[in-house]
């Protein structure tokens, strides 16, 4: 355990300088030499007598993994055997070792997730490294799997990675390696993942009353319709309204409050809510009265994204619920005079500017509200500018 008799912690690993040792669990223990350089050791008993093995340097073996190995070492020394002199032979490749992972999880996954998990390590990594002993598998091994596909299928790369490291922490709890080499030692050396320009599907504003309208003439779940309107008229991210909780909302005060684990900036945000806003959110309360969400399913949950965006493509809408946010944009700019600060503070946008951010202090909302009720007035048809 550590000094203080506690086992240790990620942060408490990174950020300890003091030359000693450090214990945690499974005689696993931290050694921090008077140069700063961090290492993992294990102390237990192999045939009764102590010994000490060496689980590799901080830098390439996290604390995960090292808890890992620790065990798989201790229930070998237990049963008698040596985990030093563990037969090699008995070792699995790595497709063997996926297929063991894979009949482990099978029961917890959907047949599309199961599909699409064996389906890219047999394109990707099989014929890499599929027929490589998992203990002889190296970060360089890794790297060679991923970058011929990193920058032009950069998703399908971050999945195979995972399952990789899936794969290999299974073999370092099974005692065959005490490191991941798809884990953090690659991340440092892996390009910065590519910049991909996201162009939503939008509707020209003038053109979002009528299709509230068509949203809320159809058939469909009443949660899912005032869902729709209220991402419309708060300018908000489809998973902003389908998270949204009655916790969060004022209606008094007209004013909702998303929590910043929530966001997708991090930051706690307050979104002034329009006259129509408080009408449609009065309506949800009498439609789901036990509810803890403001927009339920129908088994009481949250709605998920295809709720809404499924509906807009059944009814034949040219958009998805985040391109509502560009329509909001492109009306602030072309039919108000609200300043640029004010119409990226309605959107949650953060200040990239220095020289802005720096005057950037308030979130706007009192100027934010006036701008809220004029997009729900021009949804409405009741705009002074509505027509023009």
Known sequence: MGKHGRK??????????????YWDEHGLVLRVKPSGYKQWIQRLFIHGKRRELGLGPLRLVTL?????????????????????TKRRSSVPTFEQAAAKVFAMHRANWTDRHAGQWMATLRTYAYPGIGGKRVDRIRS????GVLMPIWNDKYQTAKRVRQRI?????????????????AGDAIGAALPKPPRIQKHYKALPYDQVAGALATVRGSDARLSVKLGIEFLVLTASRSGEVRGARWEEIDTRGGEWTIPAERM??????????SGRAVEVLAEAKAHARRSEWVFPSARGLTLTSMDFSG????????????????????????RTDAPHAVMEAALAHAVRDKAEAAYARSDLFERRRVLMEQWAEYLAGRGADNGA
């Open 8 to 21: 240790l912690t990620a942060a408490f690993v990174r950020s300890v300088r003091e030359p000693g040792l």
């Open 64 to 84: 995960a993994e090292a808890r890992d190995a620790a065990l798989a070492n201790r229930k070998v020394a237990r049963a008698g055997g040596d985990p030093r």
């Open 140 to 143: 360089a091994d890794v790297m």
């Open 165 to 181: 490291s899936t794969v290999m922490r299974w073999a370092i709890a099974q005692g065959y390696r005490v490191d991941n080499p």
């Open 264 to 273: 997708k900036s991090r930051r706690e945000h307050r979104v002034p809510l």
């Open 311 to 334: 509906l807009l493509k059944t009814l034949r809408i040219g958009a998805v619920p985040h391109g509502f946010r560009s329509s909001f944009r492109d009306w602030a700019a072309e």
